[in-house]
């Protein structure tokens, strides 16, 4: 009898799993997709620790939007921290208070979603180095290159506003901040800050109830669109693979998504779950009970913003006090350029970088085998470069910190970070693109007299030398290279050297070309050349 039903429920499954595929072709995109190849190399898991945070960030912030009150309703103080007793504050830091104290388990989700938080913005940040680094970026991915630069832009907006909601000292500081920043915005300046606060800041009131909106709705939702046209488009176009033996332009090889990778990913989810857990157990972030709730006449000593807003915070600190009159209306140079218009220019140029690098090379190729950093000199010096200064920045965000501990005088530090912006990138492009030179240098002679062995030998005249053996098959092709010749762009030799507009322009284009293609190499296996071929995956 049991055996009966259980035979007709499976049945019944099945029709209805035939149904479902008569309506949607399901077994046709399982078929089509389940074998789909994934890149085994571990540098590929960085956006995967991206994506698994978003969910971890989802997941948890579900569960304190139960308990959180989004008013700024001031009420006094009655709860389990008697330290704060009497103390008047808003709903929103009561409730923060409650949820560290009184609900089960929230002290921990809090902090989950903080370490979560933090960890996804440098998940992003380091996967997009990897991306510029290796040239991940180029045809056909440069929508997706763009979707991350704008990923990047919205996790920062969306880490800040979960920063500021509890409302507490520190994050009401950096909400000051804010209010400056868009304040010095020439003409609009006060509207925009009417119009963002509902009124004269703090109105937190009013204030954060549409910020909370912003952080649970509007800037999640976009998010999630962006990340999952971002896989879409990944998934469409395949992954980028490593140069290997036997690799080459639109050939993937690498583990099939079922089993193997669909394994691999729960595990990694599941790590990735669990690191951040212990960090939110063990690791103390925000204890937004030692600062007190906000009160526009107060700032704690040595406050420092979550790393992410750290450029920024560097940048306000060593920028010069300059400020003009211009057609009645007062403009805060030392406000505007480094918080204003130096984060748009750093973005628009980081957003942009793809398709500038493809005009100065004019490669209009598929890339699907990626770039050794070392033979991609100059773009790499770039990077470097980007990195250093970025760096400079985050490092002067910290300056009070940096003079108190090490006893330097806070000018001192402020004059250092200053040179440090024009000089860090000029030094990290010059440093970088001679250490990418010599590596290929050394490939290049290891090519020729083969890899080192460790052995010595002795010769008849009593001279000592290291035996040289032939490199493996996995070495030599990644030693294997040739400059791609087509590429480089000849000198203009105009009959009449007039200083004519479309002159002008082809010898700006021709010195970019050369500035890259003189110090650029490919491995094998890559390039027109493969253009002819159809699209081929390899599960092995």
Not at 59 to 85: C, E, M, Q, R, W
Not at 352 to 373: I, K, Q, V
Not at 446 to 453: D, I, K, L
Not at 482 to 511: C, F, K, M, S
Request: glycine share 10%; proline share 6%; with cysteine.
């Amino acid at each position: 009898m049991a055996g009966r039903k259980g035979r007709s429920k499976a049945e019944g499954l099945e029709k209805v799993a035939w149904g479902v595929n008569d309506r949607l072709g399901s077994t046709e995109f399982l078929h089509r997709n389940i074998g789909k190849a994934f890149p085994k190399h571990w540098s590929f898991l960085l956006g995967e620790i991206a994506l698994y945070s978003f969910i971890v960030l989802l997941i948890t912030g579900v569960y304190l939007t139960l308990f959180f009150k989004p008013s700024g309703a001031h009420i006094v103080y009655d709860g389990s921290y008697t330290s704060l007793n009497g103390v008047q504050m808003s709903e929103a830091y009561a409730s923060t208070l409650h949820i560290s104290f009184d609900v089960r388990g929230g002290l921990l989700m809090r902090q989950i979603h903080h370490w979560a938080a933090i960890v996804f913005l440098a998940a992003i940040s380091v996967h997009l180095m990897r991306i510029f680094f290796t040239g991940a970026f180029r045809k056909p991915r440069e929508i997706n290159w763009l979707i991350g630069v704008t990923l990047f832009v919205l996790a920062l907006a969306e880490g800040f506003a979960g920063y500021s909601l509890p409302d507490d000292l520190l994050s009401g500081t950096g909400l000051r901040i804010m209010q400056g920043i868009v304040l010095s915005i020439p003409v609009v300046g006060t509207y925009l800050s009417l119009w963002v606060f509902g009124g004269e800041f703090p109105a937190s009131e009013s204030f954060i109830p549409r910020l909370f909106t912003v952080h649970i709705l509007l800037i999640p939702g976009l998010l999630l669109a962006l990340i999952t046209a971002h896989l879409m488009i990944l998934w469409h176009q395949t992954h980028t693979i490593w140069p290997g033996k036997g690799r080459r332009e639109r050939l993937v090889s690498g583990e099939p998504t079922f089993p193997h990778f669909a394994a691999q990913s729960a595990a990694y989810f599941l790590f990735t779950f669990g690191v951040l857990a212990g960090m939110g157990a063990f690791l103390q972030v925000n204890p937004v009970w030692l600062y007190g709730p906000y009160e526009p006449d107060q700032v704690s000593i040595g406050s420092q913003p979550d790393w992410y807003v750290g450029f920024l915070e560097g940048s306000l600190r060593i920028m010069p006090a300059l400020e003009t009159t211009l057609l009645g209306h007062s403009v805060p140079w030392n406000v505007l350029l480094p918080a204003v218009v130096l984060p748009g220019v750093f973005f628009t140029l980081i957003a942009m970088y793809p398709f500038a690098e493809r005009w100065a090379t004019g490669d209009e190729r598929l890339h699907h085998l990626l770039d050794r950093p070392r033979n991609a000199a100059t773009r790499t010096a770039i990077g470097m470069a980007a990195v250093a200064w970025y760096g400079n920045l985050w490092a002067a965000g910290g300056n009070d910190i940096i003079s108190f501990v090490f006893g330097i005088p806070l000018y001192w530090t402020t004059l250092f970070f200053r040179v440090g912006f024009f000089a860090a990138p000029i030094m990290a492009f010059v440093i970088t693109r001679r250490i990418c030179l010599s590596l290929q240098r050394r490939d290049l002679r290891e090519r020729r007299e083969g890899v080192e062995s460790g052995l010595i030998s002795l010769s008849p005249e009593g001279g000592y030398s290291e035996r040289h053996e032939q490199a493996s098959e996995e070495q030599e092709a990644l030693l294997r290279t040739r400059q791609p010749g087509e590429l480089v762009a000849p000198y203009p030799n105009h009959l009449i050297p007039l200083p004519t507009p479309d002159r002008a322009r082809t010898q700006v284009r021709t010195r970019a070309n050369r500035f890259y293609m003189n110090y650029q190499i490919e491995s094998y296996g890559g390039g027109q050349g493969d253009l002819e071929h159809d699209s081929q995956e390899d599960g092995g």
